[in-house]
């Protein structure tokens, strides 16, 4: 087996071993806060579920997560530094793109940041579009300001929902692996269905296979 081999297969644990790590901390921090507040269903955040967007105000996405996280998440996760929205290139973060070279997110963004104890970086905000915001999401960069920065190798996203007794859950859920490897492996320059790539990984046993689209 050539070290470049060696190289990559341990790059591949490492991240599975981190994305496992993260959603075990991640899901464990939702049962201590619904310990503490009741249901997910029930928190005052979800008032923001389906809200329109301010025009007055740009930020209500990032203000609603940053929200969320503080009240519910913050509390019950072991991280380094002060957790805030902050821009990412102001921390020294770079962009990320797809696997196809594509930008996703441009460090001149701002997210809110929580940089965990164990180098594992979280970013949240909220999905939706220009007219709503339908419910929190959090990236998951599992080596910090380390390169490459590309979806489906260093950069994963799940999605809170409080419908979906998870709690926590990533892109596709529920779909067929077949599927799921496809989507993960997409190059269509249009769609960034590398997002897919978390749910092969948690379908295959928080492992990333030799048939994953790395």
């Known amino acids: 087996m050539t070290l470049p081999t060696l190289v990559q297969q341990n790059q591949k644990k490492v991240v599975a071993t981190r994305l496992k790590q993260t959603y075990s901390q991640l899901y464990q921090a ?39 996280v503080e009240t519910y998440l913050k509390p019950y996760l072991k991280y380094t530094g002060i957790p805030g929205l902050r821009r990412l290139k102001d921390l020294g973060y770079l962009s990320y793109y797809s696997k196809d070279g594509r930008l996703y997110r441009s460090n001149s963004e701002s997210l809110y940041l929580i940089e965990l104890s164990n180098g594992v970086t979280l970013m949240f905000g909220y999905n939706g579009n220009a007219e709503v915001y339908s419910l929190p999401i959090v990236f998951v960069d599992i080596n910090g300001k380390t390169k490459p920065n590309i979806l489906g190798r260093d950069f994963f ?12 859950v990533p892109s596709g859920y529920g779909l067929t692996r077949e599927a799921l490897k496809r989507l993960c492996g997409l190059h269509d320059g249009k769609t960034y269905d590398y997002l897919y790539c978390t749910a092969l990984i948690m379908h295959d046993g928080w492992e990333i296979k030799k048939d994953y689209p790395w």
């Open 157 to 168: 996203m799940f999605s809170f929902d409080s419908v979906n007794s998870m709690k926590i």
């Open 30 to 68: 939702i049962n201590m806060a619904q310990a503490d507040f009741g249901d997910m269903k029930n928190w005052d955040v979800n008032d923001n579920y389906q809200s329109s967007n301010d025009p007055d105000n740009p930020n209500l996405g990032k203000d609603m997560a940053a929200k969320f």
